[in-house]
Structures are given as structure tokens and as C-alpha cells.
């Protein structure tokens, strides 16, 4: 079996640089989310896919970030002109459907350092 | 505003402690309230509670959900050093989406 897959694990850039992180669901998950979490703190929210069509984006997210899901099963994230400020965690998560009993599959996430 | 506040923040215990980290939640509409353990880095589920009064056990975890006072408690028994990890509570409400709480990070010592 296997689970969600992130690459790379750590990213070190230097601000102003562009960063591109991809994430492989479990093969029949049809969703699939972006959470950023910082240190101390629960995953915020940063967009989901329902196979390639992107629902959902949180209106906090800066439009320097972009995710793509092309073909429905990988996804990427790309964060333009890094700044210090996202440094943080990148996690990616699939699901298999939705509603109430919806469970997420988590990766082990993208560490990034913005120097 | 949708929130979860986890409580206590940090717990330290001995080993063979019994240990109760609490999630309470405001929520538009609740659907669902998850818990997830994050060891290093992914976070893997542990249970979903939907209906209050129900407990939902797995080996030494249990957990229950109190839908009239807004909270849900994470039991862990006879606590054992691998039990150490970030417990993090989430809950879903009108929009489906999840709001997590920040986790009560659990240290255990043998």
C-alpha cells in the first residue's frame, strides 16, 4: 500500500527565489488538499482538487501560490517570490469522496526554509 | 467564526499515566469532529465522532463527543513512550471544510 507521497521532504531557497513541491495521492482518491502548518499550530487550509477541477482556494492564500492537478492524480504547488513568511510545512492529503465520514491520508510534507 | 481550541497545550506524563486532552469547538453546522496523532510528520487518523455519547475505542485511545457543551475528549491508558506525538482535533461544519485546533503535544518519559 502505498500512501501519500510529498517531494521533495526539505526545500532550503533564498527569498525572491520560486519553489515548486508535488504530491502523489493514493491512487484512488479522487480529493485531494493543501495544508500549511507552522510550528505549534494545527494545518490551515490552502486549497483542495476534486479529481482536476480546483473547488476550493482560502481567500487568505496570496496569489504567489498556485497548485495544479493536471490529470487528477499528482498535484503540484508552486510558491512565486518566496518570502520569510512561508516558511512553514507544506502538507498535501487525500480522500477517498466526501461529506460527513470524509477521512484525509496525509503525506509527510515539504519542510521550507526561506532564507 | 468557526474555531477549535485543543487544551492543555503540552502535557508531560510518566509512562503508565493515564493522560485526557480535550478539543472544544465553535462550529457553523457541525458535521464531524476528528482526531489525528502527528508523530514527525504526517498526521494519522485516529477516530471520527459524529453522534454525542458514543465512545469510539481503539487499544489503550478512546474518545467521546459531547455535542450539548461543544467539546470532545482523547483518553489514552496506561500511556507508553510511543505515545508521544502531536494529538490534533479538527471538525467539519456547513462547508465541509476542516478547522483544526493547534494539537496538545503529549511527552511521555519512561
Known amino acids: 500500500d502505498t500512501g501519500v507521497s510529498q517531494d521533495p521532504r526539505h526545500k532550503i531557497t533564498k527569498r525572491g527565489q520560486n519553489v515548486t513541491f508535488r504530491c502523489d495521492p493514493i491512487?484512488?482518491?479522487?480529493?485531494l488538499y493543501w495544508y500549511r502548518q507552522t510550528l505549534g499550530q494545527g494545518p490551515e487550509f490552502l486549497t483542495y482538487?476534486?479529481?482536476?477541477?480546483?473547488?476550493?482556494k482560502s481567500r487568505l492564500l496570496s496569489d504567489r501560490f498556485s497548485a495544479e492537478r493536471p490529470k487528477g492524480s499528482f498535484s503540484t504547488l508552486e510558491i512565486q517570490r518566496t518570502e520569510q513568511g512561508d516558511s512553514a510545512m507544506y502538507l498535501c492529503?487525500?480522500?477517498?469522496?466526501?461529506?460527513?465520514?470524509?477521512?484525509?491520508?496525509f503525506g509527510s510534507g515539504t519542510q521550507l526554509s526561506v532564507l | 467564526e468557526d474555531k477549535v481550541v485543543q487544551s492543555p497545550l503540552s502535557l508531560v506524563v510518566h509512562e503508565g499515566d493515564t493522560v485526557t486532552l480535550n478539543c472544544s469547538y465553535e462550529v457553523t453546522n457541525f458535521r464531524s469532529l476528528l482526531w489525528y496523532k502527528q508523530e514527525k510528520k504526517a498526521p494519522t487518523f485516529l477516530f471520527m465522532l459524529?453522534?454525542s455519547g458514543i465512545e469510539k475505542k481503539s487499544g489503550r485511545l478512546s474518545s467521546i463527543l459531547d455535542k450539548k457543551e461543544l467539546f470532545s475528549i482523547l483518553n489514552i491508558t496506561a500511556t507508553q513512550t510511543g505515545d508521544s506525538a502531536i494529538y490534533l482535533c479538527?471538525?467539519?461544519?456547513?462547508?465541509?471544510?476542516?478547522?483544526w485546533g493547534a494539537g496538545t503535544k503529549l511527552i511521555i518519559k519512561p
Open positions: 491512487s484512488e482518491h479522487n480529493r
Open positions: 482538487f476534486q479529481n482536476e477541477a480546483q473547488l476550493e
Open positions: 492529503a487525500s480522500s477517498l469522496g466526501a461529506g460527513i465520514n470524509e477521512k484525509l491520508f
Open positions: 459524529t453522534s
Open positions: 479538527a471538525t467539519r461544519g456547513s462547508n465541509y471544510q476542516l478547522i
